[in-house]
């Protein structure tokens, strides 16, 4: 990676100078790319500290009466015939004045911390709590309208658990309403980057026998790139159990793929 020229870009981004195909480039290198997203990172503390520093420079009254103590201390140690020293009285001066900036930094940084405690709190109450939302409304004694909305949840996810994940896969291979099974495969696309999640619909493939759900997931896999299901793609266009807009959506799949 070119540090420097990153450096360049992540800064223009940051800043809000980069225009729309750039920003588009950054954000996908920054979601592939381990070492921009960490130079990007950097890039953001520091420039938020540089921020920072401005936000606590000292007002204008505030160094004016510095100032003037400060000249008032130099004229009452003036001598017509004698240099200007400055008194041990002075230097307590400068160094009240310091000690009273760097309170005041350290006293902001404290707050801010604080603040971003809080909201990081906030934020993990409330994705543990559509969590367990969603968990509670897969049950399939819940009507499929309801477990939609529960499926509908994992969209405001990040980052699924091993649980969520289980119970997406097993609503899009088990459950009886295909609208609710598209809706879990669409999902776990949202995740497919995740090794686990790929796994699982690579395995749905073998499997799946909702004609439906078997056009969306090849669909799916086919935009992954994923040339692993070639093969199963294969044995779909000579299953004479399958229907034929399947049998065309997996011979399109091996097309692509190939």
Same mark, same amino acid.
């Not at 997203?37 to 936000?55: C, D, F, K, S």
């Given at each position: 990676m070119d540090k420097q020229k990153w450096e360049g870009r992540l800064i223009d981004y940051i800043d809000g100078r980069a225009d729309a195909a750039e920003r588009a480039a950054? !954000? +996908?290198?920054?979601?592939?790319?381990e070492a921009v997203? #960490?130079?990007?990172?950097?890039?953001?503390?520091? @420039? %938020?500290?540089?921020?920072?520093?401005?936000?606590?420079?000292?007002?204008?009254?505030?160094?004016a009466n510095f100032e003037q103590?400060?000249?008032?201390?130099?004229?009452?140690?003036?001598?017509p015939t004698k240099t200007v020293f400055f008194s041990p009285v002075v230097y307590r001066v400068a160094a009240g004045f310091v000690l009273l900036m760097v309170?005041?930094?350290?006293?902001y940084k404290?707050?801010?911390?604080?603040?971003?405690?809080?909201?990081?709190?906030?934020?993990?109450?409330?994705?543990? !709590? +559509?969590?367990?939302?969603?968990?509670?409304?897969?049950? #399939?004694?819940?009507?499929?309208?309801?477990?939609? @909305? %529960?499926?509908?949840?994992?969209y405001e996810m990040e980052k699924p658990d091993d649980e969520i994940v289980n119970v997406l896969v097993k609503t899009m291979n088990e459950d009886v309403n295909t609208n609710v099974r598209l809706a879990a495969l669409d999902a776990l696309g949202k995740f497919s980057n995740e090794e686990q999640v790929r796994?699982?619909?690579?395995?749905s493939?073998?499997?799946?026998k909702d004609p439906v759900v078997q056009i969306a997931l090849i669909q799916l896999l086919v935009t992954m790139k994923e040339k692993g299901v070639l093969n199963q793609l294969?044995?779909?266009?000579?299953?004479?159990?399958?229907?034929?807009?399947?049998?065309?959506?997996?011979h399109a799949g091996i097309l692509k793929l190939s």
């Open positions: 950054i !954000e +996908n290198e920054l979601l592939h790319n997203r #960490n130079l990007y990172n950097q890039l953001t503390e520091v @420039i %938020g500290a540089m921020n920072e520093a401005r936000v606590l420079e000292p007002s204008g009254k505030l160094k103590a400060l000249q008032e201390e130099i004229a009452s140690q003036a001598r309170g005041l930094a350290i006293g404290i707050n801010q911390s604080n603040v971003e405690a809080d909201r990081l709190a906030r934020l993990e109450k409330e994705l543990e !709590e +559509n969590r367990q939302m969603m968990l509670a409304m897969m049950d #399939n004694q819940l009507s499929a309208s309801q477990r939609m @909305i %529960g499926v509908s949840v994992a796994n699982e619909l690579i395995g493939l073998k499997t799946q294969e044995k779909i266009t000579r299953d004479a159990g399958t229907l034929k807009a399947v049998k065309d959506e997996a």
